[in-house]
Nanobody, 119 residues
Framework: QLVESGGGLVETGGSLRLSCVVS????????MAWFRQAPGKEREFVAA????????DYTDSVKGRFTISRDNAKNALYLQMNDLKPEDTAVYYC??????????????WGQGTQVTVSS
């Protein structure tokens, strides 16, 4: 089970930190990722991280503004979002499990947390 938190309403240029706590499958060395889905759009990849945190990847639109990290001792995944823009408004989903590529979707999803950036 994946449970996200930390979403909310913020002004343009503001910051938020999303968290995702994982229960079950915690002994598996999975990569994890964040995806987002804006109204009327398909779900898209945002950021991913390997189990060891040695490798991360980001979609171009968030590079330099977002930072993904994880704490395996706490079974937690984070997304620090700085300099937020209205186009970052979306429901953000935590994603985990076995995968063939770092940035591809994995089988386990959280319920999502809403991020709204006002202009």
């Amino acid at each position: 089970q994946l449970v996200e938190s930390g979403g909310g309403l913020v002004e343009t240029g503001g910051s938020l930190r999303l968290s995702c706590v994982v229960s079950g499958h915690t002994d598996s060395h999975y990569g994890m990722a964040w995806f987002r889905q804006a109204p009327g759009k398909e779900r898209e990849f945002v950021a991913a991280i390997t189990w060891s945190s040695s490798t991360t990847d980001y979609t171009d639109s968030v590079k330099g503004r977002f930072t993904i990290s994880r704490d395996n001792a706490k079974n937690a995944l984070y997304l620090q979002m700085n300099d937020l823009k209205p186009e970052d408004t979306a429901v953000y989903y935590c994603n985990a499990g076995p995968g063939t590529t770092l940035t591809g979707p994995r089988p386990y999803w959280g319920q999502g947390t809403q991020v709204t950036v006002s202009s």
